[in-house]
């Protein structure tokens, strides 16, 4: 039965967020909200609250190891897999934004959130208020640079101004609908994923790393593959690597300030923080080496492979 809870938990995660982005949308507008800072901000945060949710309760249910996994590894599965899966369908065009803010955030985050874990072996609440800081620094950055270069900076265009016609009581039901669902969703994937992990004598850290988080990873995955195959310009390297950046300071920040993240398993440290960071450092010289300015096909079967890799060597060991 927990292979079935399991994947209900994430089908239910998918609708819940789906939900949650469009009844967020449909708001933003009733509030007068441009569709630039709809994009960079209220989509942004909608689309990380299924890592939140996941990592808030299992962070209060005592399963610290799958909080933080859940991060982890769908940060270096939206590199690995969803980078390198959009890649190979349509070659991702790189903006400014891209080398110039997002990866140097992505990477202060990245590495700043190693030192957290190794000095204290915990995210403690003030340094989840430090995090979460950190976000509102890099959103009041990114609005602001979004206003001067509206020609280059990263606008998601797929947002459906159709929702702005919405009515009220159709927001709340969405609302209701997504916040249900992300909640049961969360319930169902983190009890039943514990249940497969004891079943099998595997720790709670590697279903974490590998299931959740790929699981947790879909909706970014979905839009993504969606847009490559429409070829549509919305989606580019820099706003992938925005996700990122919300999951460190949001989700993280978030759940460590309603309860600490202890590390239990010392392979975070050891093994999976490496690769998150190796996947973060490894874009750059991919992105401009040889100078092409794109992330083309042969870069993103290369990432893929990595992935690949990982999930294998995580498994293995």
């Given at each position: 039965?927990?292979?079935?809870?399991?994947?209900?938990?994430?089908?239910?995660?998918?609708?819940?967020?789906?939900?949650?982005?469009?009844?967020?949308?449909?708001?933003?507008?009733?509030?007068?909200?441009?569709?630039?800072?709809?994009?960079?901000?209220?989509?942004?945060?909608?689309?990380?609250?299924?890592?939140?949710?996941?990592?808030?309760?299992?962070?209060?249910?005592g399963f610290s190891d799958i909080a933080l996994g859940n991060?982890?590894?769908?940060?270096?599965?939206?590199?690995?897999?969803?980078?390198?899966?959009?890649?190979?369908?349509?070659?991702?065009?790189?903006?400014?934004?891209?080398?110039?803010?997002?990866?140097?955030?992505?990477?202060?985050?990245?590495?700043?959130?190693?030192?957290?874990?190794?000095?204290?072996?915990?995210?403690?609440?003030?340094?989840?208020?430090?995090?979460?800081?950190?976000?509102?620094?890099?959103?009041?950055?990114?609005?602001?640079?979004?206003?001067?270069?509206?020609?280059?900076?990263?606008?998601?265009?797929?947002?459906?101004?159709?929702?702005?016609?919405?009515?009220?009581?159709?927001?709340?039901?969405?609302?209701?609908?997504?916040?249900?669902?992300?909640?049961?969703?969360?319930?169902?994937?983190?009890?039943?994923?514990?249940?497969?992990?004891?079943?099998?004598?595997?720790?709670?850290?590697?279903?974490?790393?590998?299931?959740?988080?790929?699981?947790t990873s879909i909706p970014e995955l979905a839009a993504s593959?969606?847009?490559?195959?429409?070829?549509?310009?919305?989606?580019?390297?820099?706003?992938?690597?925005?996700?990122?950046?919300?999951?460190?300071?949001?989700?993280?920040?978030?759940?460590?300030?309603?309860?600490?993240?202890?590390?239990?398993?010392?392979?975070?440290?050891?093994?999976?923080?490496?690769?998150?960071?190796?996947?973060?450092?490894?874009?750059?010289?991919?992105?401009?080496?040889?100078?092409?300015?794109?992330?083309?096909?042969?870069?993103?079967?290369?990432?893929?492979?990595?992935?690949?890799?990982?999930?294998?060597?995580?498994?293995?060991?």
């Amino acid at each position: 039965m927990d292979y079935i809870y399991v994947f209900l938990g994430l089908a239910s995660l998918v609708v819940g967020g789906e939900f949650l982005v469009r009844s967020s949308v449909a708001l933003s507008f009733k509030l007068h909200l441009s569709k630039m800072v709809i994009g960079l901000t209220v989509v942004s945060f909608a689309t990380s609250a299924p890592e939140l949710l996941v990592s808030l309760q299992a962070a209060l249910n005592g399963f610290s190891d799958i909080a933080l996994g859940n991060v982890i590894g769908s940060n270096i599965a939206n590199i690995g897999l969803v980078l390198g899966i959009t890649a190979i369908i349509s070659p991702l065009a790189i903006d400014k934004a891209f080398y110039k803010l997002n990866w140097p955030v992505m990477m202060i985050l990245s590495i700043g959130l190693y030192f957290i874990l190794k000095s204290g072996r915990e995210i403690s609440r003030s340094e989840g208020i430090a995090l979460f800081l950190m976000l509102f620094v890099y959103l009041w950055v990114l609005i602001k640079k979004a206003k001067k270069e509206r020609s280059t900076m990263p606008v998601d265009d797929s947002i459906d101004e159709g929702l702005s016609k919405s009515s009220n009581f159709k927001i709340i039901i969405w609302l209701l609908i997504g916040a249900v669902s992300l909640y049961f969703g969360s319930e169902l994937l983190v009890n039943s994923a514990i249940g497969i992990a004891e079943r099998f004598g595997v720790s709670e850290r590697v279903i974490a790393i590998t299931v959740i988080a790929v699981g947790t990873s879909i909706p970014e995955l979905a839009a993504s593959v969606t847009a490559a195959l429409k070829r549509e310009k919305a989606i580019s390297l820099g706003n992938l690597i925005g996700s990122n950046i919300f999951n460190i300071s949001s989700v993280l920040g978030i759940t460590a300030i309603i309860q600490p993240i202890a590390v239990k398993s010392k392979e975070v440290l050891t093994n999976d923080i490496i690769w998150m960071i190796g996947f973060a450092a490894i874009i750059l010289p991919l992105a401009f080496l040889p100078k092409s300015y794109q992330l083309g096909r042969k870069r993103g079967i290369l990432l893929v492979v990595a992935y690949a890799i990982f999930i294998g060597m995580t498994i293995l060991n």
